[in-house]
């Protein structure tokens, strides 16, 4: 089956540059989130779309911003970078209300690091 | 606002051994509530979820956990843990109120001894 796809997987950036993360939904699934997991903690979210709209936010940096595009793809730009922005970024994906919507299927999660 | 507690954050069990990973929630109404599972660099795998009816659920692996409100617990059970198993369990908390947005635990980390 398929799943939800993070690109890329690894990346490797410099204080103060900027990074983009991209998340490729599941088929057919219309609500996406973004969740931030440092290094021993749990993951920490960070915002959501439905149907191309912000859904939720928690808390995300202002240097940080998404969207939700019209094949439902998101991406994540990350600006000003600092080291503490060193984690794992993980996508998450559900279906419309009704099918499923209650339930994220988690994509293999975005290494960044940030030297 | 919701919250979720894992009370181990590190249990070590025998292969063969029965594993109870604990997990209590706060919240203000039912709970949708999950076991995700996270293997050394990789992403987080539903083991299974509970929204209403039979507090008993069955999920994938051969684990089961039961919701009992009274304590306000969701604990992972598994009668016979297998070396495959050693991993890192979050349980989560979702609340319909807020968009379904995730609230995880601190994790428990699991090791497995031969």
């Known amino acids: 089956a398929a799943g939800v796809i993070q690109s890329p997987r690894h990346l490797i950036k410099e204080k103060r540059e900027t990074a983009t993360l991209k998340c490729y939904p599941i088929?057919?699934?219309?609500?996406v989130y973004w969740y931030q997991q440092g290094p021993g903690q749990d993951p920490q979210f960070l915002i959501s779309?439905?149907?191309?709209?912000?859904?939720d936010k928690g808390s995300i940096p202002d240097r940080f911003s998404a969207q939700q595009f019209s094949d439902y793809h998101s991406e994540l730009n990350m600006s000003s970078l600092e080291l503490g922005d060193s984690a794992l970024y993980f996508c998450?994906?559900?279906?419309?209300?009704?099918?499923?919507?209650?339930?994220?299927?988690f994509g293999p999660g975005t290494r960044l690091t940030v030297l | 606002a919701q919250s979720v507690t894992q009370p181990d954050i590190h249990i070590t069990v025998s292969e063969g051994a029965s594993l109870e990973l604990r997990c209590n929630y706060s919240?203000?109404?039912?709970?949708?509530l999950f076991w995700y599972v996270q293997s050394p660099g990789q992403g987080l795998q539903l083991l299974l979820k509970?929204?209403?009816?039979?507090?008993l659920v069955q999920g994938i692996k051969g684990f089961e956990a039961e919701f009992k409100r009274s304590q306000s617990s969701f604990n992972l059970r598994k009668p016979s843990v297998h070396w495959s198993d050693a991993a890192e369990y979050f349980c989560?908390?979702?609340?319909?109120?807020?968009?379904?947005?995730?609230?995880f635990g601190k994790g428990t980390l699991l090791t497995v001894n031969p």
């Open positions: 998450a994906s559900s279906p419309p209300p009704g099918q499923g919507g209650d339930t994220q299927y």
């Open positions: 088929p057919r699934h219309d609500t």
């Open positions: 779309f439905y149907e191309k709209m912000q859904s």
């Open positions: 919240y203000g109404a039912t709970p949708y």
């Open positions: 509970y929204f209403s009816g039979d507090t």
């Open positions: 989560a908390v979702g609340a319909p109120g807020s968009n379904y947005k995730l609230t």
